[in-house]
């Protein structure tokens, strides 16, 4: 009973099986239209392919805050994305990442996990003091760190500050401190003038904070803010004004003598020492004794005395008691009545008078005070070296070779060079200039031939693109529709059928009417005569026949080869 309804149940599903399979198979187009859909899509396909824009970085090392807010507000704009380096990269179309940038920034993204002096804003009304300080403290990290990040080479930056600690007490007192952490991007460095202008800008926005105490330390634990090794005592910057002067002599000395020798005829290499102490001077000079009439007066003083034998004024102090009652005379003149009348008179004796008087001056003591500053940075002595190539001549024989320059002509090099430099004797300067052949090379820049010109090549790569999508419709269009459609579409060839063959294929295809015709045309030759006209219908009739049955066969060999090959070889087999 099982085997029998298992037997009954797949019965109708193997017969719609096989109906869907004639139904595919009497369908001849079928084929012919999958086919077709088949290369449209692949063309499609193709073409999505060659249009696709080129996506290029719109940010990386995203956090993943950052990274959600960004791809929110390109889904709301419409913007394509995608994600690379294990999601860490987000990736837009080349010709919107500069107009996308400034959007977000616009609107503040990325913020990268550092909060600015936007925390302020959100204070709520009676906070504590502490609290306000760690939140400025707070604040100026994160600003510091948006600053730092906006160097090239800084992909993260995290500032740690502790603030100076104030106290009335010099001692007690503790100055401010700065840690950096900086995280570069793959393949990048910070130079020595980067660092030590991060640490200027760290020191200068933080109050006591001198640059001595701020420390910068990368991703790998290297500290950046001190140097280290030999020939390291001097920071970025001055190393940079070093070269910087150096290549500035060396460019001076070639302006000058590429005109007269050729670019490819001079070498020149300079070496500046250069002095970066800085010093202060303070000089106090006294001059040797002067004299009195050119000399400035510091200081005068007058004294007098005088003794003689008036009495002195008494009184009430005032005009009445200050005035003598008549004309007094001064004490020079009566000193010389005095002394008149003592010698006319002989008996009466004055007390002696005495007037002394005492003159001081001091005058100013000729000093020189000279304070001096020495400027850093000055150049103490320059030694330069001149390399000067053989000029082309020819030998006894005519041929090409390289003469070496004459006496005259490096003396005149060497003073073109001395004019140049500014050659000092005081300074210790020091030029030498050689003659000598120089080796074949070719060091000048290549000329890049056009066909490998950037920009020719970005506009042969789009054409490729739609050139590749073109060929590759052709081929299957070749190799794919049209077959197909020469197999579906052309008239089948007309079947060879044998003479013996055909009238039993014949007589078999019209058994039904065959022998009744048959039968009827010999009775009708039996009973009456034929004439010509029972002979042209009789013609007709069989033709009309012919046709019909040869039209049959041909569809049905069109409909099923395999069968009439099969009746053909059967009957090729019994004629033989």
Do not use: C
Request: no cysteine; glycine share 10%.
């Amino acid at each position: 009973m099982s085997d029998g309804t298992a037997a009954r149940g797949d019965t109708p599903q193997g017969s719609l099986q096989q109906r869907l399979l004639d139904q595919l198979r009497g369908n001849p187009l079928l084929p012919l239209l999958l086919a077709g859909a088949a290369v449209v899509a692949i063309i499609i396909a193709l073409l999505l392919w060659a249009r696709s824009p080129d996506y290029r970085v719109l940010y990386s090392n995203l956090g993943e805050a950052d990274g959600g807010r960004i791809i929110n507000e390109l889904d709301s704009r419409g913007v394509p994305y995608q994600l690379s380096q294990g999601g860490q990269a987000l990736l837009v179309p080349g010709d919107q990442v500069h107009t996308l940038r400034l959007q977000l920034a616009e609107q503040g993204l990325p913020q990268g996990g550092n909060v600015g002096f936007e925390l302020m804003d959100g204070q709520a009304f009676g906070i504590s003091q502490f609290a306000e300080q760690i939140n400025f403290q707070r604040s100026l990290e994160g600003e510091l760190s948006r600053s730092i990040e906006s160097l090239g080479p800084v992909s993260r930056a995290r500032v740690h500050l502790a603030m100076a600690k104030q106290s009335v007490f010099v001692r007690e007192q503790e100055p401010a401190k700065a840690s950096v952490l900086l995280t570069l991007h793959g393949g990048r460095t910070l130079g020595d003038g980067q660092v030590t202008a991060i640490v200027h800008m760290v020191s200068s926005s933080v109050p006591e904070l001198a640059a001595e105490d701020v420390t910068v330390v990368d991703q790998s634990g290297r500290l950046l803010s001190q140097p280290s090794g030999p020939g390291r005592d001097l920071d970025g910057t001055q190393l940079d004004y070093v070269q910087e002067i150096e290549r500035a002599y060396q460019r001076r000395i070639e302006n000058i003598l590429v005109p007269v020798l050729g670019r490819h005829n001079i070498r020149a290499q300079v070496t500046a020492d250069v002095d970066f102490t800085r010093r202060e001077e303070t000089e106090e000079r006294y001059g040797p004794n002067q004299d009195p009439q050119r000399a400035a007066v510091r200081s005068l003083q007058n004294s007098a005395d005088y003794q003689g034998g008036d009495d002195l004024a008494m009184g009430i102090p005032g005009a009445l008691s200050n005035t003598p009652p008549g004309i007094a005379p001064s004490p020079i003149d009566a000193s010389e009545e005095a002394d008149a009348e003592g010698d006319a008179e002989g008996d009466e004796a004055e007390p002696p008078s005495r007037l002394r008087h005492d003159n001081v001056i001091n005058y100013e003591v000729d000093r020189n005070v000279a304070h001096i500053q020495h400027q850093r940075g000055q150049v103490e002595r320059l030694s330069v070296a001149v390399v000067v190539n053989y000029r082309d001549g020819v030998d006894e024989a005519g041929n090409p070779t390289l003469v070496p320059l004459g006496d005259e002509e490096l003396e005149q090099i060497q003073r073109l060079t001395r004019q140049a430099m500014g050659f000092s004797p005081a300074r210790g300067d020091a030029l030498e200039v050689v003659n000598s052949p120089f080796e074949p090379t070719d060091d000048g820049l290549l000329e890049l031939a056009w066909w490998q010109e950037p920009e020719l090549q970005a506009l042969a790569f789009g054409i490729a693109r739609y050139l590749l999508v073109f060929v590759a419709g052709l081929l299957l269009y070749w190799l794919v529709l049209r077959p197909l459609i020469k197999r579906y579409t052309e008239a089948p060839a007309p079947i060879a059928v044998p003479a013996g063959a055909s009238g039993k294929l014949l007589a078999s295809i019209g058994d039904d009417e065959g022998p009744e015709s048959g039968g009827e045309a010999k009775a009708d030759g039996d009973a009456e005569p034929a004439g010509r006209e029972g002979l042209e219908q009789k013609r007709r009739r069989k033709a009309g026949a012919y046709e019909q049955n040869l039209n049959d066969l041909r569809e049905l060999a069109q409909e099923d080869p395999r069968l009439v090959a099969m009746i053909l070889s059967s009957w090729v087999n019994d004629d033989e």
